[in-house]
């Protein structure tokens, strides 16, 4: 297992290329297998996340080629003999339950294993499975695993509301559909640029999709879809990690290239309130900081509002504002493992139910912390930035799922970051 010693403080100066989105690329991968004909994929980040994904997908017998020198893969589910995802492979990753989708898409059944994945709270599938059944797919769960099958090559469909609204609930009800249900409505269904590009890409594919990027979508289904060459989006939550990660420091500086800023939703307006400089470009975001920073409280919300996935992030920045803030999350409620972690190190925050409340400005001295999931270790990545001395941030094999090359990305701009075996 590896760690990351970081020496602090280092303001970040230069240039940082964002990379493909690890949660867009997924259900793009699960899509490639409805297709008659090989797809190839592009801008598909080098994670860890994204080699489990593969390991899933090549268990049922799909031809899986990744090329690393190119983010590109190439996905020909020409062999795909096998409608079944083992524990082994699904415990490593939530995601992988779009399988289920993908499988009842390609072959009207599937033996799909309950998730694992991050270790926060009841992350529930219930709306999954209730939407499939609303469907008229038949489900069955059997140690661990849920059988899905039908009666014939088609159901009919119906309506189904996702209450809440999720995002891989929608994303997993579209790919069991556009070849499967011959009018299926989703109400509430997720706006989430991710599930958007999903709807593209299948519509290029063949299917019948009616309003994509709304809150109800209607599939109509379709015999064929064939394979496709289709382009990943840039990673709106690296993207906002490094706006955040830029303003944290006084003297930094930084210009972000290959972002999507229309994808940030309503992020840039609560970002404004900082008091640091930003320019956004068509794929370029530049921020200088500021010698102060205004405390911003936040909610977290269901696109395009404040993303669930940079809360912890932010609540790291509120650490070095000037002022009390608050980090309230409505879409997970106890996604704090980081608070402990980062009172480690100097700051000031106490929980309360799903809500944060941070004393900035506090300085921050170097520790050991430990990372608990994905978003919870980059936020302590980013307080070691500027803690003074040595900081050291164990179990990093969790940024690896989510954050390409991110000790390399930082330390070109200024940051000091050895990965170290623990
Ligand atoms: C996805 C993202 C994750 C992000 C989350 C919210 C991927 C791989 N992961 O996760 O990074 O934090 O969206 O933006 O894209 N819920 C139920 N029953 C269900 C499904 C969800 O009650 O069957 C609830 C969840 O507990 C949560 C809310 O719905 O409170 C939203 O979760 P959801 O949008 O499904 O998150 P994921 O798709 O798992």
């Not at 893969?73 to 992988?96: C, E, F, H, Q, W």
């Not at 590009?197 to 063949?206: A, H, P, S, V």
């Not at 190190?345 to 799903?354: I, M, Q, T, W």
Request: hydrophobic share 40%.
């Amino acid at each position: 297992m590896d760690k990351f010693v970081i020496e602090g403080p280092t303001p970040l100066i230069g240039t940082i290329p964002i990379s493909g989105s690890k949660n867009a690329a997924l259900p793009l991968m699960a899509a490639a297998l409805l297709g008659n004909t090989p797809t190839r994929l592009s801008l598909i980040p080098r994670l860890q996340d994204i080699y489990t994904f593969n390991n899933v997908i090549a268990e049922t017998g799909t031809d899986v080629h990744f090329n690393g020198v190119e983010n590109s893969l190439i996905i020909d589910p020409a062999g795909l003999n096998n409608t079944y995802a083992p524990y082994d492979l699904v415990r490593k990753m939530r995601a992988s339950f779009y399988m289920l989708g993908a499988l009842i898409g390609h072959s009207g059944e599937a033996k799909v294993s309950l998730p694992g994945g991050c270790a926060w709270g009841p992350r529930p599938v219930d709306l999954h499975l209730q939407g499939f059944e609303k469907m008229g797919i038949q489900i069955k769960h059997d140690q661990g695993y849920v059988y899905a099958s039908m009666s014939g090559e088609f159901v009919d469909g119906g309506e189904f509301t996702l209450e809440p609204s999720s995002v891989g609930a929608t994303i997993n009800l579209i790919l069991g559909a556009v070849k499967r249900a011959r009018h299926f409505v989703i109400k509430n269904a997720a706006k989430e640029p991710d599930v958007v590009l999903l709807c593209r890409m299948l519509q290029k594919m063949g299917a019948d999709i009616e309003g994509i990027g709304t809150g109800t979508l209607t599939i109509r289904k379709v015999d064929n879809l064939r394979g496709i060459e289709f382009s990943n989006d840039p990673d709106r939550i690296e993207t906002g990690t490094y706006m955040i990660a830029a303003a944290l420091h006084p003297r930094s500086e930084l210009t972000l290239t290959g972002c999507k800023p229309d994808d940030l939703g309503n992020f840039p307006q609560t970002f404004n309130k900082l008091g640091v400089d930003i320019e956004i470009g068509d794929s370029t975001i530049f921020i200088r900081s500021a010698e102060k920073i205004n405390p911003v409280s936040i909610k977290t919300k269901t696109y395009p509002g404040f993303p669930t996935d940079l809360q912890a992030q932010w609540a790291t920045l509120m650490t070095q504002a000037n002022g009390i803030s608050t980090v309230t999350d409505t879409v997970y409620f106890d996604r704090f493992s980081y608070v402990p972690e980062l009172n480690r190190l100097g700051a000031n925050l106490r929980v309360d139910k799903n809500k944060v409340t941070i004393h900035g400005k506090t300085p921050l001295k170097g520790a050991a912390v430990m990372s608990t999931d994905l978003r919870a270790s980059v936020s302590l990545v980013m307080a070691g930035l500027v803690a003074e001395g040595t900081s050291e941030i164990l179990r990093v094999y969790h940024l690896d799922r989510g954050y390409e090359k991110l000790e390399d990305k930082l330390n070109r701009v200024g940051a000091s970051i050895k990965r170290e075996s623990q």
